[in-house]
């Protein structure tokens, strides 16, 4: 099993539309959680950090299941720009060596 | 302003042709990093440094070579490069200080060899 698993998809969503990816860690020490975004071709960039409680970025929510080992990230009411690969970044406590997931594709189209 | 920066945004170099890739930070964080990225593939760890301490990831071939002779600046050397090193390199920083080492990616190195 991959330390970090995301469906590549790609996610084809209209847009307005509301969805949701999925990112499942297999290292219960796992204690640091991001979701990065990538566009086509540039580097990535931090999107959120995911805490324990879940946090909230305007049409941004990140959301932590420990028992179950998985991290998501809801977009609401998508928007052309947010077309780009969204990486889920995993590592474990004080651990400066995070582990990527291979990203999950989101085409938002009119 | 920028606070990564990679030189050459685009580099061109032949087959077996020795290339140096360069980033800079102006963060002053203490932790570095180089990946490799193909496309549709998570970024691949090649080398980390911790302040001086060198790390080498196991499967990092022998064929690359890292340097960082001060705390802002480090490299890439791809001694003999191969079609199949043609990728994006990412160089990124971090510190515990920032967010519990969240990373800082450097706009990327997108290497071709012909």
């Known amino acids: 099993r991959k330390e970090v698993e995301q469906d590549p998809g790609p996610f084809n969503v209209p847009e307005g539309a509301t969805v949701a990816f999925n990112c499942t860690y297999s290292n219960s020490a796992s204690q640091s959680f991001f979701w990065y975004r990538q566009d086509c071709r540039k580097e990535p960039k931090l999107l959120m950090s995911?805490?324990?409680s879940g946090n909230e970025d305007g049409r941004f929510t990140a959301q932590l299941n420990r028992a179950s080992q998985y991290i998501s990230l809801l977009i609401r009411d998508s928007k052309l720009s947010d077309s780009a690969t969204y990486l889920c970044?995993?590592?474990?406590?004080?651990?400066?060596?995070?582990?990527f997931g291979r990203g999950t594709s989101l085409i938002v189209h009119p | 302003d920028a606070m990564v920066i990679q030189n050459p945004r685009y580099q061109v170099t032949q087959f077996g042709k020795p290339v140096t890739l360069s980033c800079s930070q102006t963060l002053n964080h203490n932790v570095m990093y180089w990946y490799q990225q193909k496309s549709s593939q998570a970024p691949k760890l090649l080398f980390h440094?911790?302040?001086?301490?060198?790390?080498n990831e196991a499967d990092t071939p022998d064929n690359f070579q890292s340097r960082r002779p001060n705390t802002s600046f480090c490299f890439l050397d791809i001694r003999s490069p191969g079609l199949g090193d043609a990728a994006m390199y990412l160089c990124a920083t971090s510190s515990r200080l920032a967010g519990d080492y969240e990373q800082y990616f450097g706009p990327g190195t997108r290497l071709t060899v012909t």
């Open positions: 440094y911790y302040d001086k301490d060198f790390n």
């Open positions: 970044v995993v590592s474990p406590r004080g651990s400066y060596i995070p582990t």
């Open positions: 995911v805490y324990s």
